[in-house]
């Protein structure tokens, strides 16, 4: 079955700064990767899938993730964070024509002004 | 597009007593939604995967007496927390799964339910 690490628990960065969180996934095909961000007592919003074709894929509110094989990591970058950005945000893994989605530990987000 | 609800938003109710919560997609069908339960702090834990017109599925460890899932339509999921206690107090979140292409599924999620069972 296919597994998700979020190695940062919590990051920290000022606004305007650049962000970049990290996902490394295990699953031996290619996986279908998503991140999801959570804000405090709300739901997930989906920002950002990828399922085949360009590894470099754009999401919702300025992110992106890149898909690198050979690394199997999926990270979230955002070239210049706001204050609203700051939330729990959550890698996950899932496969062709499966229910199993795995979640990863998340990652909470703080903004400096 | 892609819009999931869920009602109540937050509950709290007496121990003992029994409590539902709805799941609906609003912009498209989906034969399967899946229930997950969140505590502070913590990461999603799946408990059940609810099928239109049949069982759920229900991870290891959750009892299915007491989280019953109903699956009665293509847009509607209930969970029904059966004789809640406080330990059954948390975040309840479902979320419903649209196909988007061939082998290509997404989970769209509710803003999920806060719970609190006295």
Not at chain 1, 86 to 103: H, I, K, T
Request: a positive charge.
């Amino acid at each position: 079955a296919q597994s998700v690490t979020q190695p940062d628990i919590h990051i920290t960065v000022s606004e305007g700064a650049s962000l970049e969180l990290r996902c490394n996934y295990s699953y031996g095909a290619t996986p279908y990767l998503f991140w999801y961000v959570q804000s405090p007592g709300q739901g997930l919003q989906l920002l950002l899938k990828y399922f085949s074709g360009d590894t470099l894929v754009q999401g919702i509110k300025g992110f992106e993730a890149e898909f690198k094989r050979s690394q199997s990591s999926f990270n979230l970058r955002k070239p210049s964070v706001h204050w609203s950005d700051a939330a729990e945000y959550f890698c996950a893994v899932g496969a062709p024509l499966s229910n199993d989605m795995r979640f990863g530990a998340g990652t909470r987000l703080t903004v400096k002004p | 597009g892609a819009v999931v609800s869920q009602h109540p938003s937050w509950v709290i109710c007496k121990s003992g007593t029994s409590v539902k919560i709805e799941c609906r997609s609003l912009d498209f069908q989906a034969t399967t939604m899946f229930w997950y339960r969140q505590f502070p702090k913590q990461s999603l834990m799946l408990m059940a995967t609810s099928n239109e017109g049949s069982k759920a599925t229900y991870e290891q460890g959750v009892e299915k007496d007491k989280f019953l899932i109903n699956h009665a339509s293509l847009t509607l999921s209930t969970l029904t927390v059966t004789s809640a206690h406080p330990e059954d107090s948390s975040f309840y979140i479902c979320s419903a799964r649209r196909r988007e292409g061939r082998l290509a599924d997404t989970q769209y999620f509710g803003p999920g339910t806060r719970l609190t069972v006295l």
